[in-house]
């Protein structure tokens, strides 16, 4: 497991090194829209290839989901990638983005990082062997309430979210907390949660690049992890919530009615 750690710990300081170079270029980048609201450039194209490159190195025979060049591969272990979690500031110049990866086996995720390239901040995690930044442990908040708590979210950006859902619960959640933030990285949000800087995140409409790394990262720090709606979180769902224990309870009780 911690092999498979290291892998991963490798080939995302390769990506985040190169990607960290780009964004000293920026003027450099070439820019596409996959879709409405929806970036991708040159660099997370070229990020993504040097990630599979390390990775099938060491390991040729298991599969990948990335999110640019999709599912290659077939393999009961499958190596989840986002090459840069953050485009959008990315390509504005705001430097919060990062780079995920998450190893899973028949389902179950064994191993996961996060780097952030710009703060050199590697947050990973094993199954069963805790979360770290860096190479020292870390741990959830532990307030007890939504009291006092600060959270993250992300808005829904697409044009086919429902809105009008998001704001109900934006206005059932914010006045039981201190504040909000949407930094724009859901994978650096979750590691927030992780680390204790953030005691809760929540978001609709993302995709299993995004969350893989940071959900077994959250989990190994002693978070819990469900979808919006308070079921297990399943690979396929879409909205998630990720706090500490008492902030996640007292989450779900708020919205249950809405
Ligand atoms: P991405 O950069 O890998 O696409 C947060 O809302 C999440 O949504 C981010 O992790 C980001 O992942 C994705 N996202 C895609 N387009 C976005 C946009 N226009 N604004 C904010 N987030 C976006
Ligand atoms: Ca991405």
Known sequence: ????????????????????KAFANRDRIIAQSKGPNDFVSNIDEQAEQIIIDTIKHS?????????????HGDSDTVWVIDPIDGTTNFLMGIPHFAISIAVRQKGKTLAAVIYDPIKDEVFSASNGGGAQLNNTRIRVSDKKKLDNSVLATGFPFRSNQDLGEYLRYFETIFPL??????????????????????????????????????????????????????????????????????????????VKDL
């Open 1 to 20: 497991m911690n092999a498979y750690k290291n892998i991963a710990v490798r080939a995302a300081e390769r990506a985040g090194n190169f990607v960290a």
């Open 59 to 71: 390991y040729p025979d298991h599969a990948i989901l990335a999110e640019e060049s999709g599912q």
């Open 177 to 254: 907390c201190i504040d909000m933030r949407r930094a724009g990285a859901a994978s650096l949000d979750l590691a927030y949660v992780a680390a204790g800087r953030l005691d809760g995140f929540w978001e609709f409409g993302l995709s299993e690049w995004d969350t893989a790394a940071g959900i077994l990262i959250v989990k190994e720090a002693g978070g819990f992890v469900g979808d919006i709606k308070g079921s297990p979180f399943q690979e396929k769902s879409k909205s998630i919530l990720a706090a500490n224990p008492g902030v996640f309870k007292h989450f779900m009780k708020s």
